[in-house]
C-alpha cells in the first residue's frame, strides 16, 4: 500500500469521520493524477511505475468513497424529512429507508476500514512459487506434483497466467523441485501465505499392509522483484551452461539451453531449463535470482511480523507446519488458524479460496487490534 494510506494508522482522532479519511484520499488521488501527466514524472519511469501504482491503489478506495458519500447524503436528506415533514406515510417511507441506509452505512464502513489496513509494499506483486519435496522419500515427490496440481487449478481458476521455471522430477513421479511463476495482479499478497511445510497423510501405492505414511513437502512464495527493487552487477553473476533434461525434443537433452546463475556474493543460484532458447532460459533464471535476494532483505522483516501474528508465521519461518492434508479423513487442517475442511479432493482440485481468504481475515483482523486503523 502506498505511503499515503499509511498515515490512517494513526489514532481516531487524526480525522473525526471516515468521510474525512476518503475526502483526504480522494484529494491525493486527484493529486498523483495530475502528477502522473507531468513531463519530469513520465521521463523518469521509476517515479511514474511508483506513481501509477499508487494511482491504482487509491482508486479502489475512491469507488468506496463515492458509493459511501452518497449513503450519507441520503441519510441526511432522510433526517431532515423526519424533522420536518408533517404527512405520517412520508414520513414513515423515510424513516423505514433510513433504517436500510444506517446499516448499509456500518457494512460500508466496515468494508472502506479493510480497505485501509495498510498493505505489504510487495503484495501486489508477481509470485514465484517454489514446491519441494521433503521427508519422505519417494511419496513426499509425488505430493510435490500435486501440491503443484493444486496451485495450477486454483490459478487456472483465478484466470492467472503462470509460467515453468525449473523441475526435477522424483523418481516414482511427482517432483523432487519445482519452481513456477505466476503472473497476475496481488499474486503474491493471495499466495505468500502457502510458505511453510505441508504435510500429507495417507497409504502411498507402495505400501503392501495399508499403513499410512506421512510426508511433507515445502512451499516457498517469494515476490517478484524487477531491477527497481534489486540491482545486480553483472560481474558479480556467474553464469553456466548446460543440457536441459526431461521431454521436449532432441534439442532439450543436446543443447547447452539450460542456465544456472551464481550470485557470488551472497552464494544465491538460480537456474532455468524450460525454455529451447538459452536466452529466454537466462532472463527467467535472473528473474528468480533477482527475486531471492530481495527476499533475504524481505525475510527479516516478515520475521518480526510473524513474533506479532500467528498468521504470518508461513511467511516469516518456513519451517513451520501449516497445513495437513488427511487422505483416510478426507481432512484439511489449516493449523494457524485451528481451520478444519472435510473437501479434501476439492482442495486438491484448487478449491484454496476460502482458506487464503480465512488466514487473510485473521491476518487483517490482529491488525484491527493493533490500532492500524481508526
Known sequence: MCDFLLRFSAPAERYETMLEKLEAIHQRWKDVEAELSSPD??????????LNKEYKDLAKIVDEYYIYRNIISNIETNKEILATEKDEDFREMAKGE??????????KEEEIRLMLIPKEPEDAKH???EIRGGTGGDEAALFAGDLYRM????????GWKTELVDYTEGTAGGYKEIVFNVLAEDAY???????????????PDTETQGRVHTSAASVVVLPEADEFDIELNPSDIRKDLFCASGPGGQSVNTTYSAVRLTHIPTG??????????????YDKALQVLRSRIYEMELQKHLEDIS???????????????????????????EHRI????????????????EILEALQFAENAEKLKEGTIA
Open 151 to 158: 496451485y495450477m487449478r486454483y490459478c487456472e481458476k483465478r
Open 307 to 333: 513474533k506479532k501474528r500467528k498468521t504470518m508465521v508461513s511467511t516469516g519461518d518456513r519451517s513451520a507446519k501449516v497445513r495437513t492434508y488427511n487422505y483416510p479423513q478426507g481432512r484439511v487442517t
Open 189 to 203: 499478497g493471495t499466495l505468500k501465505y502457502e510458505s511453510g511445510v505441508h504435510r500429507v497423510q495417507r497409504v
Open 41 to 50: 514524472v513520465m521521463s523518469d519511469m521509476k517515479r511514474f511505475a511508483q
Open 98 to 107: 433510513l433504517d436500510d441506509l444506517l446499516v448499509k452505512q456500518d457494512e
Open 338 to 353: 485451528s481451520l478444519t475442511m472435510y473437501n479434501l479432493p476439492g482442495v486438491m482440485n484448487g478449491d484454496i479460496q
Open 268 to 281: 544465491i543460484i538460480a537456474q532455468c531449463q524450460d525454455q529451447k532458447s538459452q536466452l529466454k532460459n
Open 127 to 129: 509470485a514465484i512459487v
